[in-house]
């Protein structure tokens, strides 16, 4: 049946014939080791090519020189040994039907003085960018020259590694400071005039069209417009598009804002709550100011968006980066006209703020992303059909029932609420954070077309399990709120699910006490500032929330700044007692014997959750393996073979927060490598 659909599309790219308008837009996921583009690196961009994209971009922010420190996990394509890492992944992405290329760059001020080398940071001129924290030297005309040559050559590289084409990155890095006025305070020949700022970008440009040949593809990502009095704005963007096209550039991938600050790159590539697609249709403005094609990429999220903006003709070129990473089937899935089975991107942004908190790029909710290696993104069958019982419907049992059921297994799954979500119901009732409940609707979509049968109101015990002679007992009952801090009088303390739930809307001061660090506290003050206007946040942390990302946590900070909420790091809680119509609270400081005494009308606790394992220590005596899962066994994605109790009547295993109190990738990974061998 023939396929009419725009994003479906082939395009032409100069010499490069994609086969569809859908592309994973250069990003860096922090998979390279020693810097290289290895097994995991090359994997995660196969799996892409697999899933139907049109065109995947590795080394977001590949590096041209020596003397541009790795900030994040960068590639470093300036070496010779990148090569044949370059060719095997090139041959294996072409081989599944879709081209490859790379962004290639010198980070100029965008990085650190105190990683890899330690070799001083440059950029055009002597200035320091607060997100990296780099102050940098000018450079001077010897290093542009040695610049220059630098990206001729790692263009070239590129090309002998069997890409397809690379992609100049200019905003925010040293290409663009010079021609940005915010960031050339320059007295020479390269600042001044509009000639003089473009001149070193535009010699880069050339060196590289020379080094590459006429038929090799070269773009550019760039900012038209960054937002602020003393930068860039349309008009000069514009111009300084028909010059570098002029110099050679084939493409042109559209961004507006910039990137120096949490706040600034959060408005660039936003998080969940904030629209979808925001830029697009600048995007679309400024493809009818140039003469190359257009590529654009910020929150274009789901294929709706995607589809509309080829058809509509806002772009050539449509880049769906963290969709793919939610979802890398994404464009086979079109293909084959199931949309509704596309796991949706979230907006977590654990996939950007991963790289800083993990160490690696990750999706919330697809566990095999980066793990390709180890983890298949589509569960294979299993060689025999079990009867298995999973006990909770939270994002753990809802992604073992899923795996379970695409296993091929029979499946029922025990709920004591009324509804499937678990933690998740809560996490999504602010604004900001409404989006998540996708993992749960994408679930349970997913379990019904698995014939996965729910039981919901229903407190599941040994006796049931017995009952219906289940091989397999997933146990995945979740946590309740933990107020327990090793806190005196800590009963007396509301927990922060009593705040998001509605039960308990705390009126006058509140003192909320964060010894978690995660998004709950925050969302609990959010959701407190609908009614009090004297909140303030305290934590034994050295900063506010330290396991929220950057991405999101600018929108938290604004969000706190904007309520008066005041923030108090370092302190910790030893003591409450109710005082009066109100509470006492002592907080001392590690390592101090000072006492800070504080009185407020309520006290919040956030401290994590606590098991809810009571059926599970119920059920471990009557089991095989006693509840242990074999770690070796684990890791490995092999089926549990630790059998200590000869006389058991099932196999039995807890996932997520029935073990401890974590994330939502977490639970998920737990679910999906324990399920996928079961």
């Not at 070799?119 to 030297?137: K, M, Y």
Request: with cysteine; charged share 25%.
């Amino acid at each position: 049946m023939q396929n009419n659909d725009p994003l479906l599309s082939e395009f032409t790219l100069k010499n490069v014939t994609l086969r569809n308008r859908i592309v994973s837009t250069s990003h860096e996921p922090a998979y390279s080791e020693n810097g290289l583009p290895t097994d995991r690196y090359r994997a995660y961009h196969v799996e892409k090519a697999k899933g139907g994209v049109g065109l995947t971009m590795i080394g977001g922010s590949a590096l041209v020189s020596a003397d541009s420190a790795p900030a994040f996990g960068n590639l470093q394509l300036y070496r010779d040994e990148a090569v044949p890492h370059l060719r095997r992944l090139a041959d294996e992405v072409h081989e599944h039907g879709a081209a490859v290329m790379t962004q290639i760059t010198h980070l100029g001020h965008r990085t650190s003085n105190y990683t890899h080398d330690w070799i001083p940071a440059l950029s055009a001129s002597a200035v320091r960018e607060s997100a990296h924290r780099a102050f940098t030297r000018p450079a001077e005309k010897l290093d542009l020259d040695r610049i220059a040559r630098d990206f001729a050559d790692t263009a070239a590289r590129c090309k002998e590694g069997g890409l397809d084409g690379v992609e100049l990155m200019a905003y925010g890095h040293l290409l663009d400071s010079f021609w940005t006025p915010t960031w050339n305070h320059r007295d020479d020949e390269y600042n001044g005039s509009f000639e003089n700022r473009m001149r070193f970008p535009l010699q880069v440009i050339r060196a590289v069209r020379d080094a590459v040949g006429d038929d090799f593809v070269v773009g550019i990502r760039m900012t038209f417009d960054e937002e602020r009095k003393t930068g860039l704005h349309v008009d000069e963007a514009v111009r300084i598009a028909g010059v570098v096209t002029e110099a050679g550039i084939d493409f042109i991938s559209v961004i507006k804002g910039f990137i120096d600050t949490d706040a600034e790159l959060a408005r660039m590539i936003p998080p969940m709550g904030t629209p979808a697609a925001p830029h697009l249709e600048f995007a679309g403005k400024i493809k009818k100011l140039v003469d190359v094609p257009v590529m654009h990429a910020a929150r274009i999220g789901d294929v709706a968006t995607a589809r509309y903006a080829i058809a509509e003709g806002l772009l050539d070129l449509v880049g769906m980066t963290r969709a793919l990473i939610a979802d890398p089937h994404l464009p086979r899935k079109v293909a084959e006209r199931r949309e509704d089975a596309i796991r949706p991107c979230v907006g977590a942004n654990m996939c950007i703020d991963g790289i800083y908190t993990s160490g690696a790029a990750l999706c919330i909710h697809n566990p095999s992303t980066g793990r390709e290696l180890g983890l298949p993104h589509v569960p294979a069958e299993a060689p025999k059909t079990k009867n298995v019982a999973v006990i909770g419907a939270g994002p753990a049992g809802l992604e073992a029932a899923r795996v379970l059921g695409e296993r091929g297994h029979t499946v029922t799954v025990f709920e004591a609420s009324p509804s499937a979500g678990g933690q998740i119901l809560l996490a999504s009732v602010t604004a900001r954070r409404r989006d998540l409940i996708g993992i749960i609707d994408w679930r349970i979509e997913e379990c019904k077309r698995r014939n996965i049968h729910f039981e919901f109101n229903y407190f599941a015990d040994s006796a049931d399990v017995l009952q219906r002679d289940f091989d397999t007992v997933i146990v995945a009952t979740g946590g309740m709120p933990n107020t327990d801090a090793g806190v005196d009088g800590h009963e007396l303390a509301i927990d922060t699910w009593d705040i998001l739930s509605g039960n308990v809307k705390p009126k006058g001061s509140v003192l909320v006490y964060d010894d978690h660090g995660g998004n709950q506290a925050l969302d609990a003050v959010e959701y407190m500032t609908k009614y009090s206007d004297d909140i303030h946040l305290v934590t034994p942390e050295r900063t506010i929330s330290p396991d929220v990302g950057a991405l999101t946590m600018a929108g938290y900070m604004q969000m706190l700044a904007e309520n008066d909420v005041r923030l108090t790091p370092a302190q910790r809680l030893v003591s409450i007692e109710k005082e009066g119509a109100g509470y006492k609270s002592t907080f001392t400081v590690d390592g101090s014997s000072k006492r800070i005494e504080r009185r407020t009308d309520s006290v919040v606790i956030e401290h994590g959750t606590a098991p809810v394992d009571d059926v599970y220590a119920e059920l471990q005596k009557l089991s095989f393996n006693l509840g242990e899962i074999d770690l070796t066994d684990l890791l490995a994605v092999r089926e549990q073979t630790n059998k200590h109790n000869p006389d058991g009547r099932f196999w039995l295993y807890r996932i997520g927060d029935a073990v401890s109190s974590r994330n939502i990738h977490a639970a998920i990974l737990d679910a999906y490598r324990l399920c996928s061998a079961i």
